[in-house]
């Protein structure tokens, strides 16, 4: 099936500073990537989402662009803030069929400081 | 449009015991996953209904079961409760048929603790 593989965290940042989060995938064909993010104590909140190689997804600053070259869906941000401080979750469809199973990162946990 | 509910929010039980969650999905979608989320195993699949009928199931022992109502809501299960199941247990829902269509919406999860 397909899998995913996503940076360790936690990465630390000033406020404002630019982020990157790396995510990168082993698929059969090119199934839809997401970022998911988890802010404490909440449940998971859909983030962005990409359908077909060299979409570029993107939502609230945060892009992330399907190269399947490389095959990644690596996060990034400009310029991030406290509010950004939570946990980001790369997936993907466990296989290419009707399956509404997703298979998730281990997460990366951002802090972003004043 | 109210998002993904679930209930209760907190549950603390004892081994042996068993627990029934509850999620109301976001209206007009058919599709109910549940997740169980841990810090050791992270995020792990446990079973997708879809028009009352489970299509898919993760690697759970059978002490896991759920189910899916005709009004899309669904419940899940756990007996015999044991002190690894403590949890957060996430349902999801999408407005997917069997086309596919893998946008999951998350509700804020059921925390159970076991003792």
């Known amino acids: 099936g397909n899998s995913v593989t996503q940076m360790e965290g936690p990465v630390t940042l000033s406020e404002e500073a630019f982020l990157t989060i790396n995510c990168t995938y082993t698929a059969t064909g090119y199934p839809s990537l997401f970022w998911y993010v988890q802010y404490p104590g909440e449940g998971l909140q859909l983030l962005l989402k990409?359908?077909?190689?060299?979409d570029k997804g993107s939502n609230k600053g945060f892009e992330a662009t399907y190269r399947k070259e490389t095959t990644s869906f690596h996060l990034e941000k400009g310029s991030v803030q406290v509010s950004d401080s939570a946990v980001y979750f790369c997936?993907?469809?466990?296989?290419?069929?009707?399956?509404?199973?997703?298979?998730f990162g281990t997460g990366t946990r951002l802090l972003v400081s004043p | 449009k109210a998002g993904v509910t679930q209930t209760p929010r907190y549950l603390i039980k004892t081994r042996g015991q068993q627990v029934t969650l509850s999620c109301s999905p976001i209206?007009?979608?058919?599709?109910v996953s549940w997740y169980q989320q841990t810090p050791g195993q992270g995020l792990q699949f446990l079973f997708e209904?879809?028009?009352?009928?489970?299509?898919n199931k993760g690697n759970f022992p059978g002490r896991f079961s759920g189910r899916q109502f005709s009004n899309s809501r669904s419940e899940m299960n756990v007996s015999t409760l044991e002190l690894g199941d403590s949890a957060l247990y996430l349902c999801?829902?999408?407005?997917?048929?069997?086309?596919?269509?893998?946008?999951?919406?998350f509700g804020p999860g059921t925390r159970l603790l076991v003792l």
């Open positions: 209904y879809f028009s009352e009928t489970q299509r």
């Open positions: 209206s007009g979608h058919r599709s």
């Open positions: 990409a359908t077909k190689a060299d």
């Open positions: 997936a993907l469809p466990a296989r290419n069929t009707g399956f509404q199973k997703l298979v």
């Open positions: 999801a829902s999408s407005l997917a048929g069997l086309a596919g269509g893998y946008s999951l919406y």
